[in-house]
């Protein structure tokens, strides 16, 4: 039986083989703004998530959803949920997009939890007003600022299961996933970052390595 009760994944580049923003800006024509935004280093992150969702006003949500699902998972991701399932092991999505994309997708996989930013929308029309997750605007152990904090997510996540966080894994690839990665009773980098990858118990290229950790 495994001593692990959770497993948390990161969405895009770690459950999602892209990241489905980009897919969406390269279709749509925006990329240049999108990059541009997200590589302004004298802004907050949370303040950068805001900034992108205002490229998004004006467009359908339901064609961004159509377009979402075209990007793939990785593979043996649904192999490995109906796993976790089997040894009742619960799993969530804490992701920096959208709570409708992470719906989604949680819903295809069959993962239990899904926290995400809501983007706002009128009569099914993306207004650029974003609902950002991290209400209360949590810093992370290293001080910065994202539109969701993934180490929160987790902490209330294992609370609300009745379980401690070295109970739980987390998976993830960028800088927004450090602090659920380092909080997690195993944090692992998955296709990383190298700062994501010196706060990780195992890094991998590989995310076959759950089967071998449950």
Excluded: W
């Excluded at 969702?53 to 949500?61: F, S, T, W």
């Amino acid at each position: 039986m495994s001593k692990f009760k959770l497993v948390i994944f990161d969405m895009d580049g770690t459950l999602l083989k892209d990241k489905g923003i980009f897919v969406i800006a390269e279709k749509k024509g925006f990329k240049d703004e999108l990059i541009r935004i997200l590589r302004n280093d004298s802004m907050e992150f949370y303040k950068r998530s805001i900034e992108v969702a205002k490229l998004l006003k004006g467009y359908e949500k339901q064609e961004f959803l159509d377009i979402f699902r075209t990007v793939p998972v990785q593979d043996s991701i649904e192999k490995i949920i109906k796993e976790l399932r089997k040894k009742n092991i619960k799993t969530a999505i804490a992701t920096d997009s959208y709570q409708f994309f992470a719906d989604d997708l949680k819903q295809r996989l069959k993962i239990d939890y899904a926290f995400a930013n809501k983007l706002l929308t009128n009569n099914g029309v993306i207004t650029g007003e974003l609902e950002i997750h991290n209400k209360n605007l949590v810093k992370d152990f290293n001080g910065r600022i994202y539109s969701i904090c993934k180490s929160h997510v987790l902490e209330q996540l294992c609370t609300d299961l009745g379980i401690t966080v070295n109970q739980a894994i987390a998976v993830g690839d960028g800088r927004v996933d450090i602090g659920m990665i380092k909080k997690a009773g195993l944090g692992i980098a998955f296709n990383a970052l190298d700062e994501v990858k010196s706060y990780a118990d195992i890094v991998t290229d590989d995310i076959n390595v759950l089967l071998e950790l449950i």
